[in-house]
């Protein structure tokens, strides 16, 4: 039965090609729609990790407060034992310390005069160690314009941008004017050896990058250190495993009475993008159901132009005694076939378009200029394994529901009519 309906839908195009064009424009859409929307989420929560929250970030429970205003005066004193402890018993995350700092970074003459200076984004990383996480957790060494990274202590690394604006070389001295964990006047030379461009526009505008050692001293913060950020292993973010890490540690470490005193947040809860992301994953439902409503109306418009153009032929298979419900079955049946095929051929050609989307991606630096979301100025698609099946979603079930209304049509039917629709 079914390979005799396979063979009609393949010999008769005239039944089977629009609704198979259909099926495949609309899965097409689908795969695409999805593995763009997918990346767009991989990419804000890997940015945001990398640059801002890490999969799990420590502070104090003052800093954690303000920590949109990297508050250094509410840093955590004694980490190198908040350290010990992190590594002895979350063993599984890479723990790295970071201090995010402001103030302004002024290039002198020839003469040591000022000769301009800009507002900065400081970001203090481990720069010299010999397993130091951060070069690659912050893909430094792919992101090096100009120069080269600093080799020893009060070398910075400045982004191209803001390079370019202040009329910085490499090898020049850079004065950084900002305040001590204690309020008072910090001003400290740097020489910048190199300079860096992230493809974020938030960080791109005018960050520098220096060893956290450096910073310590400058902003005399000795053992202290704003926040330390955990990264796992394999660099996936999972939220569950997540959340009982932050809810073992809070238990033990955090006293709600100490200002002071740790807490660690997850990804998820410190960056805010529960809510954001929860948001994506509904607009993609959408975009699903939308498919599958829009593709359902279509094929059963076509279901109904096809009973009309086989008007004769359904008759005529009524009238040598086949039961209205094995006809009605045959004519589902045959329209899952068809959308079997829509499916595989929109699947195949929606995971090329994606695969190169992610490869290539889509420059959209000139809208984020003025951004401050911690998100990459190029938008990629991931491809992942619900990619090559999600498009049979709308797939196989609009052509289930346009078979199944338009068939409705064959109970109409009267055999009492038959013999003189045949006659004409």
Same mark, same amino acid.
């Given at each position: 039965?079914?390979?005799? +309906?396979?063979?009609?839908?393949?010999?008769?195009?005239?039944? #089977?090609?629009?609704?198979?064009?259909?099926?495949?424009?609309?899965?097409?859409?689908?795969?695409?729609?999805?593995?763009? %929307?997918?990346? %767009?989420? @991989?990419?804000?929560?890997?940015?945001?990790?990398?640059?801002?929250?890490?999969?799990? *970030?420590?502070?104090?429970?003052?800093?954690?407060?303000?920590?949109?205003?990297?508050?250094?005066?509410?840093?955590?004193?004694?980490?190198?034992?908040?350290?010990?402890?992190?590594? =002895?018993?979350?063993?599984?995350?890479?723990?790295?310390?970071?201090?995010?700092?402001?103030?302004?970074?002024?290039?002198?003459?020839?003469?040591?005069?000022?000769?301009?200076?800009?507002?900065?984004?400081?970001?203090?990383?481990?720069?010299?160690?010999?397993?130091?996480? *951060?070069?690659?957790? +912050?893909?430094?060494?792919?992101?090096?314009?100009?120069?080269?990274?600093?080799?020893?202590?009060?070398?910075? +690394?400045?982004?191209?941008?803001?390079?370019?604006?202040?009329?910085?070389?490499?090898?020049?001295?850079?004065?950084?004017?900002?305040?001590?964990?204690?309020?008072?006047?910090?001003?400290?030379?740097? #020489?910048?050896?190199?300079?860096?461009?992230?493809?974020?526009?938030?960080?791109?505008?005018?960050?520098? %990058?220096?060893?956290?050692? *450096?910073? =310590?001293?400058?902003?005399?913060?000795?053992?202290?250190?704003?926040?330390?950020?955990?990264?796992?292993?394999?660099?996936?973010?999972?939220?569950?495993?997540?959340?009982?890490?932050?809810?073992?540690?809070? #238990?033990?470490? @955090?006293? =709600?009475?100490?200002?002071?005193?740790?807490?660690? #947040?997850?990804?998820?809860?410190?960056?805010?993008?529960? *809510?954001?992301?929860?948001?994506?994953?509904?607009?993609?439902?959408?975009?699903?159901?939308?498919?599958?409503?829009?593709?359902?109306?279509?094929?059963?418009?076509?279901?109904?132009?096809?009973?009309?153009?086989?008007?004769?032929?359904?008759?005529? $298979?009524?009238?040598?005694?086949?039961?209205?419900?094995?006809?009605? $079955?045959?004519?589902?049946?045959?329209?899952? %076939?068809?959308?079997?095929?829509?499916?595989?051929?929109?699947?195949?050609?929606?995971?090329?378009?994606?695969?190169?989307?992610?490869?290539?991606?889509?420059?959209?630096?000139?809208?984020?200029?003025?951004?401050?979301?911690?998100?990459?100025?190029?938008?990629?698609?991931?491809?992942?394994?619900?990619?090559?099946?999600?498009?049979?979603?709308?797939?196989?079930?609009?052509?289930?529901?346009?078979?199944?209304?338009?068939?409705?049509?064959?109970?109409?039917?009267?055999?009492?009519?038959?013999?003189?629709?045949?006659?004409?």
């Amino acid at each position: 039965m079914i390979k005799f +309906l396979i063979k009609g839908v393949l010999r008769d195009r005239s039944r #089977s090609l629009f609704p198979v064009l259909t099926v495949t424009a609309g899965v097409f859409l689908t795969v695409v729609g999805f593995s763009w %929307i997918n990346g %767009i989420q @991989s990419n804000w929560v890997e940015v945001t990790a990398k640059y801002n929250t890490g999969h799990l *970030d420590v502070m104090t429970r003052a800093y954690a407060e303000e920590s949109e205003q990297s508050p250094i005066e509410l840093a955590y004193i004694g980490l190198d034992q908040l350290l010990n402890d992190l590594r =002895q018993d979350f063993p599984e995350l890479i723990w790295t310390p970071r201090i995010k700092f402001g103030g302004l970074l002024d290039i002198p003459d020839e003469n040591g005069e000022t000769k301009v200076q800009g507002p900065c984004m400081g970001m203090a990383v481990d720069l010299f160690s010999k397993q130091t996480p *951060d070069i690659n957790i +912050l893909n430094l060494q792919d992101s090096v314009i100009r120069g080269r990274l600093p080799e020893k202590p009060s070398e910075i +690394l400045i982004t191209e941008e803001f390079a370019q604006r202040l009329g910085v070389s490499m090898g020049q001295t850079a004065t950084l004017i900002s305040s001590t964990m204690y309020g008072s006047m910090a001003i400290t030379n740097f #020489s910048v050896t190199g300079t860096v461009r992230f493809g974020v526009s938030a960080m791109d505008r005018s960050t520098i %990058i220096a060893d956290i050692s *450096d910073i =310590q001293n400058a902003l005399n913060m000795e053992n202290a250190s704003g926040e330390v950020l955990g990264f796992f292993r394999d660099n996936l973010y999972e939220n569950e495993k997540a959340q009982e890490i932050a809810q073992h540690f809070n #238990s033990k470490y @955090s006293d =709600q009475d100490d200002e002071f005193s740790p807490i660690m #947040s997850t990804l998820i809860q410190k960056s805010g993008l529960e *809510d954001i992301l929860g948001m994506v994953n509904m607009y993609g439902g959408v975009i699903i159901f939308v498919f599958v409503v829009v593709m359902s109306i279509v094929l059963w418009n076509a279901g109904l132009m096809g009973s009309l153009r086989r008007y004769g032929e359904i008759g005529v $298979r009524m009238a040598i005694g086949e039961d209205k419900g094995h006809l009605y $079955r045959s004519l589902i049946i045959e329209s899952l %076939i068809i959308g079997f095929i829509g499916s595989v051929l929109g699947t195949i050609i929606g995971l090329g378009l994606s695969f190169y989307l992610q490869a290539k991606g889509i420059n959209i630096a000139y809208m984020m200029k003025n951004s401050t979301l911690m998100i990459s100025d190029t938008f990629r698609a991931n491809v992942t394994s619900l990619s090559y099946y999600v498009g049979f979603i709308p797939g196989m079930l609009a052509t289930f529901l346009g078979s199944v209304i338009s068939g409705l049509g064959i109970y109409k039917r009267k055999t009492s009519q038959l013999m003189k629709e045949l006659e004409t």
